[in-house]
């Protein structure tokens, strides 16, 4: 199985802020990789997709990037309704696996 | 629009069985694979299982294969997940996923799964 190590696990921010999450796979993946927003008692968001395609309707603030085995998630200018977790999750192979979530919270 | 309702799920006492069922509207269900992913309490996301469009092409992640099964119907547009044998590990929200081209962007809002005695 593909082992995804997302970092870090949790992360305060100020409304403004860039913010940067990182994604590791134990192989490469191939940019075959999601990134997930979750609120507090909600289903998980689909935010991007094959590393850093947009799924239509997210903000631009939002960005992906990377390939091989290492990949990024950033937010440009952190805002109040981004607190949430995210996860990074890879469909190279299945199983399909996730990170252990980074929990974003506002400083 | 695009949805996905769970239900079926409840309390049960370890070794016991529950059937949790996925209604899927606004899209043609046929046309997709689906999944099951599970959350356990404060913990993160664990894909439990896929079946192809077909019925065919189902995988299982270890801890679940010989105890739970994945099935539809596409004249129903609904999903399935038969879980026998279950575990207090088991516990945990459990939601339906369509699978775009092995990318899984909807979710359903979950069914809350409990074992214990």
């Known amino acids: 199985d593909i082992q995804m190590t997302q970092s870090p696990s949790s992360l305060s921010a100020s409304v403004g802020d860039r913010v940067t999450i990182t994604c590791q796979a134990s192989?490469?993946?191939?940019?075959?990789l999601n990134w997930y927003q979750q609120k507090p008692g909600r289903a998980p968001k689909l935010l991007m997709y094959?590393?850093?395609t947009l799924e239509t309707g997210v903000p631009s603030r939002f960005s992906g990037s990377g390939s091989g085995r290492d990949y990024t998630f950033t937010i440009s200018s952190l805002q109040p309704e981004d607190i949430a977790t995210y996860y990074c999750?890879?469909?190279?192979?299945?199983?399909?696996?996730f990170g252990q979530g980074t929990k974003l919270e506002i400083k | 629009e695009v949805q996905l309702v769970e239900s079926g799920g409840g309390l049960v006492q370890p070794g016991g069985a529950l059937r949790l069922s996925c209604a899927a509207s606004?899209?043609?269900?046929?046309?997709?694979?689906m999944n099951w992913v599970r959350q356990a309490p404060g913990k993160g996301l664990a894909w439990i299982a896929r079946?192809?469009?077909?019925?065919?092409?189902?995988d299982y992640v270890d801890s679940v294969k010989g105890r739970f099964t994945i099935s539809r119907d596409n004249t129903k547009k609904s999903l399935y997940l038969q879980m026998n044998s279950l575990r207090v590990e088991d516990t945990g929200i459990y939601y339906c996923?369509?699978?775009?081209?092995?990318?899984?962007?909807?979710w359903g809002q979950g069914t809350t799964v409990t074992v214990s005695s």
């Open positions: 606004g899209f043609a269900f046929r046309g997709y694979e």
């Open positions: 996923v369509r699978d775009d081209r092995a990318v899984m962007d909807v």
């Open positions: 079946i192809g469009t077909s019925g065919d092409g189902i």
């Open positions: 192989q490469d993946i191939r940019k075959y």
């Open positions: 094959d590393a850093s």
């Open positions: 999750q890879q469909y190279d192979n299945l199983p399909y696996t």
